[in-house]
């Protein structure tokens, strides 16, 4: 029997092992000693996917300008041949990358956003927000935010069936950590026009000054690992902060408190491979410990970001756990009417 210090093995397929070496060798080239990133470098290799007015696979997509001079802009997936009861559900989607990389038309961002779009079915829009080192916390939540305000103005950039009255925030990885911080901005202020009912946390990227026994134990995992991910936050957080902040611990002694707030409902998505899966099930605990619904959902033999990979089953398993996640919240808000 292996010891109980010892490392679990991981076993993935080796098209999913190849990509992930790619992937961690990419972003480590791409950041610079001096704090900065080489988007030259990033851009030769980040492959883009164009929007397609046309139909591909039962799936259209269009890009809205939102705010040029920062462009802000949205990807927006509507799934062709809808015939269910005249409108779908909105999910607002945040991409990872740790804030510093990738966009709605990144090659695996855009095939995901197709999945969910076809699979749930829901229309997906999709968030290119700011990229740090370039422009620091909050920029990020301030897109998040002004994304939202965009489409309670502008109701006509989405599908005459889209229903911004069910409303669900979505991400991944540093893209969740966004999807939460929007949700305690929009539960604090309001917004006319769209009513959030539910969030979607996949592997969110939270973190402290502490190590925690899963970090120690998955150091050198592939995309966050220790090193990696100390960069980002260092990259993102404004001058001076330490990893304690409340946007990176944000289940900690300086949370915000939720208890009075209107918090959606809240899927968490964790991984048993995930140096992260700690911070990921404290958010949750804290989420219950504030008086918000929470539900936890663990892939014990699953790496951080696996559901991008389409080769690995438990990819189409989160994402149709994901599909039953909105469909029970929309059926409990229709029989509260």
Sequence with gaps: MPSQTEKPKLVLPLKTRVTLSFLSAVTDFARRCDGTVNRG???????????????????????????????????VFTPKGYSGDGVLPVVIFFHGGGFAFLSPDSFAYDAVCRRFCRRIPAVIVSVNYRHTPEH?????????????KFLAENPAVLPEYADLSKCFLAGDSAGANLAHQVAVRVAKSGLRGVRLVGLVSIQPWFGGEERTAAEVKFEGAPLVSTSRTDWLWKAFLPEGSDRDHWAVNVSGANSEDLSGLDYPNTLVIVGGFDPLQDWQRRYCEWLKKSGKKAQLIEYPTMIHAFYIFPELPESSQL???????????????KLSL
């Design 41 to 75: 470098f990033m851009k030769f290799l980040d492959y883009k996917t164009p929007s397609k007015a046309k139909s591909v696979n039962g799936v259209s997509t269009k890009d809205v300008t939102v705010d040029a001079n920062r462009n802000l802009w949205i990807r």
């Design 319 to 333: 994402i149709s756990q994901v599909k039953d996640f909105i469909t029970n919240r929309i059926s409990d808000l």
């Design 136 to 148: 620091r916390f909050p920029s990020q939540y301030d897109d998040g935010e002004d994304v939202l």
